[in-house]
């Protein structure tokens, strides 16, 4: 088997993004929650006929899914908006972004990322309430029809997509840090001479 290379992709760099039908139309893609597993599945419905001579297989239509894993942080507006879209049984767009194969600036930023894109209804919103663990669904996105190819430009994207989904955060100087006037106990502090 030399010479044989198999492709290898980083799971982490595949990111999904959701807009709502409310929302408005200069409004960016946010992303789908902190997401941890996700996968996509594109198969095609068959069907057997018997003939005299044995079955003969012909196959159907394409049904595509995306799974996603997330993760809701306090008054998540995405949770709200998944949970309205179930109740009002209406479709949202998502798309499947890969930043493995995302077009870089001059500077090294992302300038445009290939993505996929399709109408889906989620299947619900199974909230998973493990004992001291995180808040969340996985949730299965129904493709209406067939996903289509396109590249987004990073203005299209939330800023909050690149540094949390990609990163988590970015890099901070001594500057960034501090200025709150709360302390994780709740209480107050105040500077000396104020």
């Known amino acids: 088997m030399a010479g044989l290379k198999l492709q290898t992709k980083s799971a982490d760099k595949i990111l999904y993004g959701i807009k709502f039908p409310w929302d408005d139309k200069a409004t960016l893609i946010q992303m789908l929650g902190l997401q941890a597993a996700s996968s996509t599945t594109n198969t095609r419905a068959s069907s057997a006929v018997k003939l005299k001579q044995g079955v003969l297989h012909t196959s159907g239509s394409r049904s595509e899914t995306f799974v996603v894993d997330s993760y809701w942080t306090i008054g998540d507006k995405i949770h709200d908006g998944i949970k309205r879209a179930v109740v009002q049984d209406v479709a949202v767009g998502i798309w499947r972004m890969d930043f493995n194969e995302a077009t870089l600036d001059a500077s090294g930023n992302v300038a445009s990322v290939p993505a996929e894109f399709g109408m889906a209804k989620p299947n619900g919103l199974p909230e ?53 006037t709360t302390s994780s106990t709740g209480t107050t ?5 104020e």
Not at 189 to 193: F, L, R, S, V, Y
């Open 128 to 180: 998973t309430e493990a004992v001291n663990n995180l808040l969340h669904a996985n949730i299965t996105y129904n493709i209406d029809g067939n996903t289509q190819d396109g590249v987004l430009n990073v203005d299209e994207l939330d800023p909050q997509l690149l540094a949390d989904g990609l990163k988590m955060f970015d890099f901070a100087h001594n500057t960034d840090i501090g200025g709150d």
């Open 189 to 193: 502090t105040t500077k000396t001479g």
